[in-house]
T-cell receptor, first 114, second 116 residues
Framework: KNQVEQSPQSLIILEGKNCTLQCNYTVSPFSNLRWYKQDTGRGPVSLTIMTFSENTKSNGRYTATLDADTKQSSLHITASQLSDSASYICVVSRMMDSSYKLIFGSGTRLLVRP | DTGVSQNPRHKITKRGQNVTFRCDPISEHNRLYWYRQTLGQGPEFLTYFQNEAQLEKSRLLSDRFSAERPKGSFSTLEIQRTEQGDSAMYLC??????????????FGPGTRLTVT
């Protein structure tokens, strides 16, 4: 079964601290993996997209890693800010679906406290 | 602002009523997707259009749901005889489908449906 699992389910950190979110997937054949940020009541916004040949990609204070062999990805947030409070969703696309059908994880809810 | 707009942003309706949502994708995007998201979960795929053609429908899309994209631009999602289980956020996304890897899907803000 094609699944995407994320951990932790929720996380609370202090402003300025770093954190790492995890994503494990069993989707096959793999096409690409995306991390989205979703603010409460809003649609998801893409942070990074990685294909199987990429093992790290950064977007400002966000750095995603991908290990296609172990089917694991992580999203590292550096020097967290209050505005980072949101849900972070890991999304995997299956190759045969030509990327038009995405398989979403349930997300990690991050709360950054002052 | 991603450029995808959805209306209305919120809809409260009584069970049994029909509702219709609209999605306006980014103008040059030929692909349009509908998703449903319940609280604490990631979005689930409902259906997908390439231009005006509806190419796939999820099993989640019961016969009470219908989606259209008549001119290959905006799309509507109608739910007939709403049930309380239909309460969710309905998200629309669009992408260009250009050749290359990883077509980027841009999401709208969603329509929050509450069925009382």
């Amino acid at each position: 079964k094609n699944q995407v699992e994320q951990s932790p389910q929720s996380l609370i950190i202090l402003e300025g601290k770093n954190c790492t979110l995890q994503c494990n997937y069993t989707v096959s054949p793999f096409s690409n993996l995306r991390w989205y940020k979703q603010d409460t009541g809003r649609g998801p916004v893409s942070l990074t997209i990685m294909t199987f040949s990429e093992n790290t990609k950064s977007n400002g204070r966000y750095t995603a890693t991908l290990d296609a062999d172990t089917k694991q990805s992580s999203l590292h947030i550096t020097a967290s800010q209050l505005s980072d409070s949101a849900s972070y969703i890991c999304v995997v696309s299956r190759m045969m679906d030509s990327s038009y059908k995405l398989i979403f994880g349930s997300g990690t809810r991050l709360l950054v406290r002052p | 602002d991603t450029g995808v707009s959805q209306n209305p942003r919120h809809k409260i309706t009584k069970r049994g009523q029909n509702v219709t949502f609209r999605c306006d994708p980014i103008s040059e995007h030929n692909r349009l997707y509908w998703y449903r998201q319940t609280l604490g979960q990631g979005p689930e795929f409902l259906t997908y259009f390439q231009n005006e053609a509806q190419l796939e429908k999820s099993r989640l899309l019961s016969d009470r749901f219908s989606a259209e994209r008549p001119k290959g631009s905006f799309s509507t999602l109608e739910i007939q005889r709403t049930e309380q289980g239909d309460s969710a956020m309905y998200l629309c996304a669009s992408s260009s489908g250009d050749a290359g890897h990883a077509y980027e899907q841009y999401f709208g803000p969603g329509t929050r449906l509450t069925v009382t």
